[in-house]
């Protein structure tokens, strides 16, 4: 079972990611492209003015109204991403497997990341379940996407600490983040894949074609 | 999802109603996957599948926030209510559900596109609800008294139903009260090559013609080369535009357009209003392929800055006591002209008293976006969902507010009135006409 989810499974769920992220991307432009507005009113100096003033804390006005929200969505961004590529565990994976080798954080470092992350997805299940607007906007696949988006961390966590059934959790663990990379581009996980781009859009065509600033 | 728990007071608007009973499940099916998949594409397509339902947009929303936070009026649950459904369900809905469509789209949301400022993915939701609009209008489904301007439009090519006598004879009319300021001063109509050609919307002519007496003075002070149309094509609003029928809004906008190409003019210049300059700048020259008016357009706001920076307008005596402004969303937060708009203000006033808050971020006066043009029916829902901009007001203490929008002043009257402000609303070129200076040589001469 290990080398299977170990092995094979690692190659579909890259392949899928990768493979379903470039499609989805694809199928946008190409959408993108029937719109006769979209392209005329790119501007690279105004997408990038408004990437910066969203990818960086405290950055725009409404980060700084609601400060609690800002910190703890960067921190669980930040780490959610950060933290499984710098793993000593994974990095060592490549290595065995590949051959190559980048830097690692440090175990105590990513440790508290893995934490930060789950703090995060409980933040946001308990806005689903108290914050009315959040709450009316809210179904299932809300809930499974916050489900796929912990499994892998709070699985990792457990293995990491080997707390119990070690062999078993590591399964699981290695199953719930191929289940993740799968479901980014074909959920609303694709917010990563897509949020550059809407980003850029709103941003051109408030800064470019209305004179204006989206932040 | 569970159905969104909606609590509102009856409003019967005729022809919502009779559009519900009209309507079949073919039908709506029909339009809704022709708008869908003929006329969006990316962005409808990207902005559903990135929205990871945060709720943060509705702290944007000026309907939530004056409705004690309540959740149906928050920009989300309006998409949730709307778009996502006809999506889902790909277009089977039945005549109650588009109705309710129209109430959301025409009457609870201005498309001031503030949301869109506070989505952390710049999620435009305005133009989703547009969208809607869209499809509500192909359907027939626009509520009666927007639905009559747009009438007028088709009919007369202005949103005021005003005959091409009518329009004439009160440009004489206005030239003369014109003349009692500065007896020289002309309205030259139809006048070939001229630099500007001056171009307002229906209303002014309608009821609130001093405007034009207004322009009159302040060009013949200025010294500058201007006209008017004499025909059709001098309207430069559009409501077309909010009702979702845009192939009548296109006709609007390029009679426009074409009517200053037949002039000859160099630019041209509108008055006071926000959702004509999006028709003109934007709206119109978008859907019809041409991404940019031919000639540019300037609004009164860039207008007046320029005329007062260069100092072909000098202020005499500036306007007393505190005055606080209404920045118009449509030329402001989407057009960038909150900078110029307090120069301006500051130019022309003693005490101007910002509001809070402001500038691109201000709360939008709840009548644009065809909003107030859906008539009386709505009113009191109008007026009830914008709280925020009587105490946003209110905390200024000024006496006079300020709106170089057509739209904001008669909204924020309604609002003065409704939560007794005790303010004065007036347009930016009331202020001028009494601070500017008028030469001597340009003075009427006494007997």
């Known amino acids: 079972m290990y080398e299977f989810v170990s092995g094979p499974l690692v190659w579909v769920a890259f392949i899928i990611f990768i493979g379903g992220s470039l499609y989805r991307i694809y199928n946008m432009l190409s959408k993108s492209k029937k719109e006769n507005v979209v392209f005329p009113h790119m501007s690279l100096k105004h997408s990038l003015a408004s990437l910066v003033h969203w990818v ?41 497997s590949w051959n190559m080798s980048w830097w690692t954080i440090p175990e105590a470092v990513t440790d508290w990341m893995t934490i930060i992350v789950i703090i995060g997805c409980i933040f946001y299940l308990h806005r689903r379940l108290t914050d009315p607007v959040v709450k009316n906007v809210t179904d299932g696949s809300d809930y499974l996407l916050l489900a796929i988006t912990a499994l892998p961390f709070i699985t990792g966590f457990i293995a990491y600490h080997q707390l119990f059934a070690y062999k078993t959790i590591l399964i699981i663990h290695i199953l719930a983040g191929e289940i993740m990379l799968i479901a980014i581009p074909f959920t609303r996980l694709s917010h990563m894949l897509f949020f550059v781009f809407t980003r850029a859009y709103f941003g051109s065509e408030q800064g470019h074609v209305k004179n204006s600033k989206d932040w | 999802m569970k159905p969104t728990i909606v609590k509102r007071e009856p409003v019967v608007d005729e022809a919502l109603d009779q559009c519900e009973a009209r309507l079949t499940e073919e039908q709506i099916e029909k339009v809704v996957n022709e708008v869908i998949d003929k006329e969006t594409g990316g962005r409808l397509w990207t902005y559903v599948n990135t929205c990871i339902h945060c709720g943060l947009c509705a702290e944007a929303c000026h309907w939530f926030l004056s409705n004690d936070r309540d959740v149906s009026y928050a920009p989300v649950t309006k998409v949730k209510d709307t778009i996502w459904v006809l999506l889902e369900k790909k277009g089977k809905v039945d005549g109650a559900f588009i109705k309710r469509c129209s109430e959301i789209a025409h009457t609870e949301c201005n498309l001031c596109r503030r949301c869109g400022m506070y989505c952390p993915f710049g999620i435009d939701i305005a133009y989703m609800l547009l969208v809607v609009r869209r499809i509500c209008a192909k359907l027939g489904m626009v509520p009666l008294y927007l639905q009559d301007t747009v009438h007028s439009h088709a009919a007369t090519m202005n949103q005021m139903w005003v005959k091409p006598d009518e329009w004439i004879d009160t440009l004489q009319w206005q030239e003369e009260e014109g003349q009692g300021f500065v007896p020289s001063a002309r309205l030259p109509l139809e006048k070939e090559g001229a630099d500007i050609m001056y171009s307002v919307i229906g209303p002014e002519p309608k009821f609130l013609a001093q405007l034009l007496g207004n322009i009159t003075v302040i060009m013949k002070v200025a010294g500058l080369d201007w006209t008017m149309p004499a025909t059709a094509g001098w309207d ?45 700048e934007y709206d119109g020259p978008t859907w019809m392929g041409w991404m940019k008016p031919p000639i540019p357009i300037v609004h009164a706001i860039s207008f007046y800055y320029d005329l007062i920076k260069s100092g072909k307008i000098k202020i005499a005596k500036k306007a007393k006591g505190p005055i606080t402004v209404q920045d118009p969303c449509n030329v402001v937060r989407n057009g960038g002209l909150g900078d110029k708009l307090r120069y301006i203000m500051n130019a022309v006033c003693e005490d101007f008293v910002d509001v809070t808050p402001n500038n691109r971020y201000n709360y939008c006066c709840n009548a644009g976006g065809g909003v107030i043009n859906v008539g009386p029916p709505w009113k009191k829902k109008r007026v009830q969902g914008n709280r925020i901009k009587a105490e946003q007001f209110k905390r200024t203490g000024a006496h006079t507010i300020v709106t170089p929008c057509h739209n904001c002043h008669s909204g924020i009257e309604d609002i003065v009135d409704f939560y007794k402000l005790g303010m004065h609303v007036k347009f930016f070129s009331d202020i001028l006409i009494e601070a500017m200076e008028i030469p001597e040589h340009l003075k009427p001469k006494e007997e």
């Open chain 1, 56 to 96: 960086i804390p405290f950055n725009n006005q409404y980060m700084r109204k609601r400060p609690i929200f800002t910190i703890i969505s960067f921190a669980f961004h930040i780490c959610l991403i950060i933290a499984p590529i710098f793993l000593l565990a994974h990095v060592i994976l490549w290595d065995e």
């Open chain 2, 236 to 280: 430069n609003s559009n409501m077309a535009m909010y009702s979702g029928d845009f192939e009548i809004m296109a006709r609007v906008e390029r009679l426009h357009h074409e009517t200053a190409q037949r002039l000859k003019v160099k630019r041209i210049v509108m008055g006071e209003c926000g959702h004509a300059f999006r028709g003109a």
